[in-house]
């Protein structure tokens, strides 16, 4: 399967714990894209990275968010002290671009991973 | 920033009726627009997408439609089946630096009907 892939599937955790998502997007795609998806909305932009390089972040990525794609390979996302309001799907992008004003930019989503924050 | 408006929220056919969802977004510099099918617990997947130069696109019982003047595109799908029941959203995307994110529409749950 050459798609961009997710771990976990699902994470359930008490509120004030840490976690930390993993995203793989497909080969040779250089930009890397975090959503999030709540129940009944279409999927909000996070962040974004142009190999490893961070350079666009959302106003609803709060200090407890943090997100790396060192080496440029995948991408981790991780959420510090979790709050009820964190429980949400966390969706994965990838594309491949020319540059940063890249025409083509097509995102392939990878499956998500559901968050439920007790 | 782009704000991105979808409508029906639901859409409810017959097999082998057409089915037709139409979204609005308000930054003239958007130029890229497409459209995502997402089935129950799997993400969202790209089904067509259309670019600011060109007015229609089709492919096979599929076509999306852009009017830049109205800021307004929508999405076309003919002889509908039951497997193609699902949540689809519009998207739209600026350009240049700054610009890469995707906006999305809220969604438009259509149901098919054997």
């Known amino acids: 399967d050459t798609g961009v892939s997710q771990d976990p599937r699902h994470k359930i955790t008490k509120r004030g714990q840490n976690v930390t998502f993993r995203c793989d997007p497909i080969?040779?795609?250089?930009?890397l894209y975090w959503y999030r998806q709540t129940l009944g909305q279409g999927p909000e932009f996070l962040t974004y990275?142009?190999?490893?390089?961070?350079?666009?972040k959302s106003r609803l990525l709060s200090d407890r968010f943090s997100a790396e794609r060192p080496k440029g390979s995948f991408s981790t996302l991780e959420i510090q002290r979790t709050e009820q309001g964190d429980s949400a799907m966390y969706l994965c992008?990838?594309?491949?671009?020319?540059?940063?004003?890249?025409?083509?930019?097509?995102?392939?989503f990878g499956p998500g991973t559901r968050l439920t924050v007790l | 920033g782009e704000n991105v408006e979808q409508h029906p929220s639901t859409l409810s056919v017959q097999e082998g009726d057409s089915a037709v969802i139409k979204c609005t977004y308000s930054?003239?510099?958007?130029?890229?627009f497409p459209w995502y099918k997402q089935e129950l617990g799997k993400g969202p997947q790209l089904i067509i997408d259309?670019?600011?130069?060109?007015g229609e696109k089709k492919d096979q019982r599929i076509a999306v439609t852009l009017n830049k003047t109205a800021k307004h595109f929508s999405l076309h799908i003919t002889e509908t089946q039951p497997e193609d029941s699902a949540v689809y959203f519009c998207?739209?995307?600026?350009?240049?630096?700054?610009?890469?994110?995707?906006?999305f529409g809220t969604g438009t749950r259509l149901l098919v009907s054997p």
């Open positions: 990275f142009q190999n490893e390089a961070q350079l666009e």
């Open positions: 080969s040779e795609h250089n930009r």
């Open positions: 998207a739209a995307k600026g350009r240049g630096t700054g610009f890469q994110k995707l906006v």
């Open positions: 930054d003239s510099a958007s130029n890229y």
């Open positions: 259309i670019r600011s130069n060109v």
């Open positions: 992008a990838s594309s491949f671009s020319l540059g940063l004003a890249g025409l083509t930019d097509t995102q392939y």
